[in-house]
């Protein structure tokens, strides 16, 4: 881009790097606390078709993969960006860690076809039956590629973060909130499922949630860093 720009006044994208529009209606609150200067679109409101095959064998591996593949798409484009990629996988202790990194395909479907929510929560509502051994874990790692204006000329970077979650796989579905897993997740210390909280109370302290808080953070010591105005937390209502 533009080498020695002013910092200060160019509009920088957060471009969220998903398919998953429940994601993005997540995580889009969170992030719009960075900075006056930052924009949050998802890859719909660009009009970006692009799929990225996760074919890492890590939640950071395929997250890197995400945020490195949407930045080289779009960062002719937009110019000052950053893409933001989150890779999640429920791992059940009794299973070995599965579904895991396999996440979105863990039902086994006839030639093809990719599992729905509900077919993965019903195949891991039939593996779990009889174990009694129920804990589980969400875990999220972010990658975050970028490009920022700076005193120096541009600043790169690439950044990762992660949250996780402990709970319990439980019996049936429960709520009818949330994606996903959420229905079967009982969050340890709240006795409920994602599913049976609002995305309000789902974002104090999701997986996802702590993944971003961290993000955020990293962004805004960034910003700071290359005298970019980063909003004070105590501007915002930003998640705890
Ligand atoms: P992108 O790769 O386009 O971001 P995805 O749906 O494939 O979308 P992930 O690989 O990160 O996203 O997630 C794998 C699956 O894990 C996802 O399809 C859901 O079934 C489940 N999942 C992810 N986050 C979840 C959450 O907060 N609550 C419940 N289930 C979740």
Redo the contacts with the bound molecule.
């Keep these: 881009m533009n080498t020695m720009a002013t910092p200060g006044t160019e509009k920088i994208t957060i471009v969220l790097?998903?398919?998953?529009p429940d994601?993005v209606r997540?995580m889009r609150p969170l992030l719009e606390h960075v900075s006056p200067l930052v924009e949050v679109a998802c890859l719909r409101d660009l009009g970006a078709e692009i799929e990225?095959e996760?074919t890492e064998k890590t939640l950071e591996g395929?997250a890197l993969l995400?945020a490195r593949a949407i930045f080289r798409h779009l960062s002719g484009r937009l110019g000052y960006m950053i893409a933001l990629?989150?890779?999640?996988?429920?791992e059940v202790a009794a299973l070995d860690g599965a579904p895991g990194v396999y996440?979105?395909r863990f039902a086994p479907m006839p030639d093809g076809m990719a599992p729905a929510?509900e077919d993965?929560v019903r195949y891991l509502l039939e593996r779990m039956q009889g174990i009694t051994d129920r804990a589980a874990s969400?875990r999220?790692v972010i990658a975050m590629k970028g490009r920022i204006p700076s005193r120096n000329g541009d600043f790169s970077f690439e950044r990762t973060s992660e949250g996780s979650v402990k709970g319990t796989i439980d019996l049936e579905r429960k709520g009818t909130e949330?994606?996903?897993?959420?229905p079967v997740?009982v969050v340890d210390g709240r006795g409920r499922t994602?599913a049976e909280m609002g995305i309000a109370e789902k974002n104090t302290l999701?997986?996802?949630a702590l993944a971003v808080k961290q993000a955020v953070a990293d962004l805004k010591i960034i910003f700071q860093t290359h005298d970019l105005p980063a909003k004070l937390s105590t501007d915002t209502h930003e998640p705890r």
Excluded: P, Q
Aim: proline share 0%.
């Design positions: 790097a998903t398919g998953n994601k997540e990225v996760e395929n995400k990629a989150d890779d999640t996988g429920l996440s979105a929510y993965n969400f999220t949330g994606f996903g897993y959420d997740f994602y999701s997986h996802r």
